[in-house]
Structure formats: C-alpha cells, structure tokens
C-alpha cells in the first residue's frame, strides 16, 4: 500500500515484453515509478536456428505482471496503459486464434521470434531484387524482418499456416489488440521490421516482386491497413474481458504500441537531463545515443534528416549482440543512421545506457 501524495494518483502501467521475460511498471504523472513486477515465458528451438513462443503464454504473462504492479492501489485513478515487445512475428486464423508456425502443427507455438534466422534463404532472394523499398533498411534486409519470415511460412506451411491465417501481427500490435480488439497497427513496427513507409504507405510492387502478392489482394487487411502514430489512443480503451484479465478498469486509454528497444530509445533520447552535470544538456536530442542493452544491443540515434547518398557510408547504424545459451553471435544492421562515420562521433556528445533485460 503506498501512502502520502502518491496514493492521489494518477497512474500508469506500462508492459515490456522482452525475450525471456516480461515486466510490468507502474508509474505517477511525474514518471517516477513505484511498482515494478516480472515473470519469465517459455521460448522453444525446435532446431536450429528456430525460435518460437506462446502468444498466449505471453498475455498470460502479461496479466500476472500487471496484476502485481496495482496490488494496493485505487484503481479508479489508473488512467492509461501501453505495451512495448520484441519484433516478434504472431500469426492467428481468422477467427483470431493462433496458428503453427512450426512443422510439428503446435498452434501454441504461434510465434517466430525476433532472433529465428530460419529464412536465410527468402531474404537473399528479397535483396537479390534490389527493391527500391530496402533503401530504407540501408540497402539490405535483415533476416529478422518480418518479409522473409512471412514467405517463409507461404513456402513452408502452406496448408496447416498461411492458407488459414487472417492476421499477421508484431508482437507489440498483437499486444494492442488483445487490450482493445483493435486491429490498428503502430507506425513503429511497421515501419522499422515490415518496409511500410510513414509518407507512402505500404509498396505494391515490393510485395508482388517477392511472391507476397496475397497482401496486395487483400488491401493488407492481414498484416495492417490502418496505422496509427505510437502513443495513439486506441478504440475504446480497455476491452471488458481485457480488463477481467488484467485487473483494470474497463475503458482506460491504451496507447498504440513500440518496439522495446525504441521505446528505449524514446525514453533515453528524450529524458529530462536537467541538473545532472551531463554534456548533452542543453543540446539537441540528435546528439544522443541510446545503448538499449538485453538479450540484443542495439545503439539507437536519432537525425533530422533522410540522405539516402549517406547510407553506404555509416559502418553500423544499429548494432545488435545476440546471446544464445553458449553461442555468442554478432549481427549489424547496416545504415540506420543517415550520416557519415565520421559526422556521427561528431554528433554524439551524450551517451546514456537503458537495461532492458
């Protein structure tokens, strides 16, 4: 039970999905947190290079978590709630309900995880086109994107998947809907893992030249034709059965989700640093880096400008360590960043560092 000015409220509740766990904080208007909960989920590699979890396990998950953060509370005075999570990829039936993304038919297993490399192949043939949409993921995509998985699964689970699958969802969205019912995905996923463009929309042509033209049929009803800005109230608020599960008051405005490692980002490269003797005070956000440090870590910056002639130059933009039992992998995403090398240590006067795992 909390006491004094902080029993007043408000309060918020934000849930961060990580790879192996997910945590729950409670925060005041002030941002100061005075609850914070964890519970772990289960990951499964059904060989190698194959990683998948549980959407439900990870709701579940995620109801524990809340539940504990608001023990003592008035809960009339929770006004909000949003979710980050992994880039994961989530795959329902029409109904809603999960599918398999593996070759043993386990619905349950209805997640390829942000780590899984199982479409090494798809995505050399997806840069082999040359698209000009890759431009925007300096010029080669990653096999961590959602693209190669989902031509993956046409190619793979053709039958027990992709013929009976209705949506698509980042594990962040996926997150979203299951609070509000609200298919509305966030400009943050698909904008940074699925080639959407904030100013042009989604590319028919990238999506036919690849073999997805399924997406461009449907008018992208399965992987998202309604985007909303981060932060975006979403619907109505929390669902009636959301609420029962998560031990909220029904109605309570959800934010349109982020990715964990740019909400990160977002919290580092936009914090007050008032007062603390920082060189980075008084100087623009785009002089920060944020170290997001986890299961990965990804250096993450932000510029004012797009300069596409610049991509080539900049050896990493963001760099990501991956940490799997006793292998260490190394991956880099090339060009996320558009400056030169050498403009980038000039830039960067202020590094702050967030655990997120």
């Known amino acids: 039970m909390m006491s004094g000015e902080q029993e007043q409220g408000p309060y918020y509740?934000?849930?961060?999905?990580?790879?192996?766990?997910?945590?729950?904080?409670?925060?005041?208007?002030?941002?100061?947190?005075?609850?914070?909960?964890?519970?772990?989920?289960?990951?499964?590699?059904?060989?190698?290079?194959?990683?998948?979890?549980?959407?439900e396990d990870i709701w579940a998950a995620c109801c524990v978590v809340t539940k504990k953060v608001i023990q003592g509370i008035n809960l009339k005075q929770i006004r909000g709630l949003g979710f980050d999570a992994t880039c994961s990829l989530v795959v329902l039936d029409k109904q809603f309900r999960p599918l398999p993304v593996n070759h043993e038919g386990d619905s349950h297993r209805n997640i390829i995880m942000w780590l899984d490399h199982r479409a090494v192949s798809q995505v050399q043939r997806?840069?082999?086109?040359?698209?000009?949409v890759l431009q925007y993921v300096g010029g080669l995509m990653s096999v961590e994107m959602q693209a190669p998985k989902l031509l993956w699964l046409k190619e793979n689970l053709r039958e027990?998947?992709?013929?009976?699958?209705?949506?698509?969802?980042?594990?962040?969205?996926?997150?979203?809907?299951?609070?509000?019912?609200?298919?509305?995905?966030s400009l943050c996923s698909l904008v940074c893992k699925w080639t959407y463009s904030a100013e042009k929309g989604w590319d028919d042509s990238f999506w036919k030249m690849?073999?997805?033209?399924d997406f461009v049929a449907d008018n992208y009803s399965k992987i998202g034709n309604q985007v909303l800005p981060p932060g975006s109230s979403l619907g109505n608020g929390l669902t009636p059965e959301a609420a029962k599960d998560l031990g909220l008051p029904a109605g309570i405005?959800?934010?349109?989700?982020?990715?964990?490692?740019?909400?990160?980002?977002?919290g580092v490269i936009g914090a007050d640093v008032r007062g603390h003797n920082l060189v980075c005070e008084g100087q623009p956000v785009t002089s920060r880096l944020a170290v997001i440090c986890g299961t990965s870590s990804c250096h993450m910056g932000m510029d004012d400008s797009l300069d596409f002639s610049q991509m080539s130059k900049i050896e990493e933009?963001?760099?990501?360590?991956?940490?799997?039992?006793?292998?260490?992998?190394?991956?880099?995403?090339?060009?996320?960043?558009?400056?030169t090398e050498e403009e980038a240590m000039c830039r960067v006067n202020c590094v702050a560092t967030i655990a997120t795992n």
């Open 126 to 132: 997806i840069n082999e086109t040359k698209h000009s």
């Open 160 to 185: 027990t998947c992709w013929d009976k699958a209705g949506h698509f969802f980042d594990l962040p969205d996926f997150l979203s809907w299951k609070a509000t019912g609200v298919t509305a995905r």
């Open 13 to 55: 509740v934000g849930v961060d999905v990580g790879t192996g766990s997910v945590r729950a904080a409670l925060v005041d208007q002030r941002g100061v947190l005075l609850a914070f909960a964890d519970q772990p989920i289960r990951k499964w590699e059904p060989q190698f290079n194959h990683h998948e979890q549980s959407s």
């Open 317 to 339: 933009g963001m760099g990501e360590e991956q940490r799997d039992e006793q292998r260490l992998e190394w991956d880099a995403v090339q060009g996320r960043i558009a400056i």
């Open 210 to 213: 690849i073999g997805l033209n």
């Open 253 to 266: 405005a959800v934010a349109a989700s982020l990715i964990d490692a740019h909400a990160g980002g977002l």
